[in-house]
């Protein structure tokens, strides 16, 4: 994960090891004044919290490869981040294991709904404090004695080591290793892992916020079972999944993590801010299977929380023989993973909010006199996930289960215990019931993070003229094929979302229609082959489309469609024909609602999005261009249209000029008015999806159907008038929801950006708009490379604040906050695609 703040997991999932730069004491957040010369800032930042409540030491990470530094570059060992001349609270560290840092940390205090704006240095000048240690990873071996049998005897004392193979004669109560495995803590709580056949997860209740573990175990196994003044051992685990382990649910019960061969345990990172440790299960057998599962789990100061990031792979001896890609081999043999936490008497299961949506996190709790501490005490303890990878939640004789989708060879979760008494403990269960929705939100709606880099700054400096348009979506298209495009085809693995790879509107249709177009204006056989490598692959001999549901009627599936025919023109291969063929008898099929609008998803019944529009009607004007003649085609250049005028009729305001991003003709869908049927929110992406649409449709569309063209261009205008109101006037850009650009956590997104630029200048291109929208076009081409593009050192670039998806239904209510909730990511297709686009027509716009 070294490659930009593109991944999903960017600010979850950072795994770290390195040495500590730091600022001053964290605990009361002081900052240290300092100067740094001009010549060695590498970014300037803006974070802002999207919450209405406070976040302390909020965890901010920031890749060397976002930050434009190569891997071995001498000026990530001084970087530091500032504010005012004041040192921040930072961390360089590690996020692959590998030894290596790769990462900065930053954790600054929010209010509610602050904006920071700082900048990260590199100055071996500056004098940087010793940090309050507020976390710690740790595992210690005994030593001077010697084994009998199961047992380590007559040790004479402990030694910290960065790693352990246990011998095979080691078991539970071995007295080998201190506190019986890896220990980690932050200032609040500590948890330590069983490193033996038990693999139990126990919690260490703390009455300091000092870091403890290195005098936990000294003397032996029974001490911290006691009270102490720092605190003592609070849960009894058995043998169940303890303060939120991990195993495979067989059905009836969970399989621990038992049957190993081999246990590696390694301190990843050992920091004032930021700690973590590895555990490698070396031929781990489950399911009549063996796989090797790795573990890593880490904690930042300030927190309760235990990030734990889960990867299955093969052994080696296995990986070799098999030709399938191995996470789709695994995701096959290993079908889930179990997580939760123990199930005592008189305790009660908590669940977090299951009415969101699939990518928001969620919770299973634990709360009750289940404490060691003494009959009376309180103790709760919690598994947090993304409620969409949840399959089941059950439980067995021993857990609170947790059953986990292995959608992508492993999982990412956190556990958290709270103990009542902590200082200033969570003491009642509304107490902990609120804590934890305040967790989830912080995981869920992550902090608003601008960065522009001084690299990135140097390569923009030159004034935007046509060359220099198209010289970017070049740029984009070249990255994006040195980083994935041609991994998409069928059979393959789809590292954007995780999952197996599907024939798809947004990879295998729009993102290859921008290659097509590309190559159209500078041949390049890389995109021009892209088409048939992706999109065609999906495409048997005799023109079956793989991984195509026809019961399903989705409206996305038809789009990529249009690359089919592309490739049937320039390939004349049948199969080609057959599948577009296909594509249109299975929309003359499609349900509608009962003004004719192609309902968006049988599982979306009587529902018109913005979204569908864009999937099926430039596909079906196309189709009817291409292969229709006479009153056919006729018909459906007119079923287009009609579409275009069904989705105006009930989806305009007229006060705003906006579009709602759907309406249920039902009215009633969860988010569906009642009165209506309409959404609640002018969301961006769903306008630019209908903009796009719109010029894309007049393509085929022939003079001779006046008429109708009449009708498209009218709209076109009307569209264009509206929209040019709601961008940002400082920027070019568009705000995420469009006419809320002042409410909290509200963000300019790029991909919606990236949608009004390509709808403005290929407008302008065909005469439908007047050329006094050209400076609106501009504008926005001009905001999407100075506020979206990050460049790297190695001549790729990203492009960033991209909504990664949004719906309704299934969690999705709709709301204001539920477009705030959806993540925010880097070079996703629905993003990257309109961009290369827009560059294009900004070039040919600039060009005239």
Sequence with gaps: MKHSQSSKLFALTLISASACLLSACVTDQKTVATAATPASAIATVKATNPSNFARTQEPLYFSFYDLGLAADDAKAKYLVAQQAGKILPSQVIDTDNDTKPDTLLVTPDFAPAQAHTFTIVSDASIKVPALKKQTQAEISIAEGGQWNGKVYENFTHFKNVQKITPPPQYTDHSYFI?????????????????????????????????????????????????????????????????????GFWNGKSVDLVSKVKTWDATIVENGALYSAFNIKYNQWEVNNQVVDLSSTISMNAGSRLAHTRLELALPPTAASENKKHPKLLLTEKISNIAIGVVKHKNTKLILGNETVSGNAWTYAASWGKQSLSGPDDYLGMAVIFKRGERELQTEDAGSYVTVMK?????????????????????????????????????????????????????????ALDANEALAWSKRLADSDIARKTFTFGYGSWDDVRDRKTKFDYDMSGLHIMALQELHKVVPDSRYKDAAEAVTGSFISDVGEIHTFKPDLYSIDLTNPGRVLINLENSTHKEKYRKSADYLRAQLKKHPRTSEGAFWHRITYPHQLWLDGVYMGIPFLVQYASNYETGKAQHDSFKEAVHEFEISRKRLRDPKTGLYLHAWDESKQAIWADKNTGLASQYWARGSGWLAMAMVDTLDYLPESEVELRKTMIAMVN?????????????????????????????????????????????????????????????????????????????????????????????????????????PIVSNDPKGNGPFILAGIETFKMLKK
């Excluded at 892992?193 to 573990?213: E, P, S």
């Excluded at 003491?427 to 995981?443: N, S």
């Design 406 to 462: 292995n959608l992508n060879a492993g999982l990412e979760y956190y556990f958290v215990a709270v103990w009542d008494k902590e200082i200033n403990g969570i003491k009642t269960e509304a107490e902990f019931k609120a804590y934890l929705d305040q967790e989830v939100e912080r995981l869920t709606k992550a902090t608003r993070v601008e960065l522009q880099t001084t690299l990135s700054a140097s390569e923009k400096k030159k």
């Design 718 to 822: 009307e569209f264009a008038e509206s929209i040019v109101r709601y961008q940002d006037p400082e920027t070019g850009t568009w705000w995420q929801i469009l006419d809320k650009p002042d409410a909290i956590g509200n963000y300019r997104e790029s991909t919606a950006s990236a949608m009004y630029s390509y709808f403005l200048s290929k407008a302008v291109n065909r005469g439908y708009l007047p050329e006094s929208y050209q400076p609106f076009a501009q504008k926005a081409f001009s905001g999407l490379v100075s506020e979206f593009i990050s460049v790297h050192r190695d001549g790729n670039i990203s492009m960033n604040m991209q909504c990664e998806v949004a719906g309704l239904g299934f969690g999705r209510d709709g709301s204001y906050d539920y477009y705030m909730t959806e």
């Design 178 to 246: 201190r506190y019986e495995g890896p220990g980690i803590e932050s200032d609040k709580v500590a948890y330590r892992v069983y490193l033996d056949w038990r693999n139990g997860f126990d919690i260490f209740g703390k009455k300091t916020n000092d870091m403890v573990l290195q005098n936990v175990g000294q003397k032996d196994y029974e001490t911290y079972h006691h009270d102490a003044p720092w605190g003592l051992d609070v849960l009894k685990v058995g043998k169940t999944l303890g303060a939120g382990g991990y």
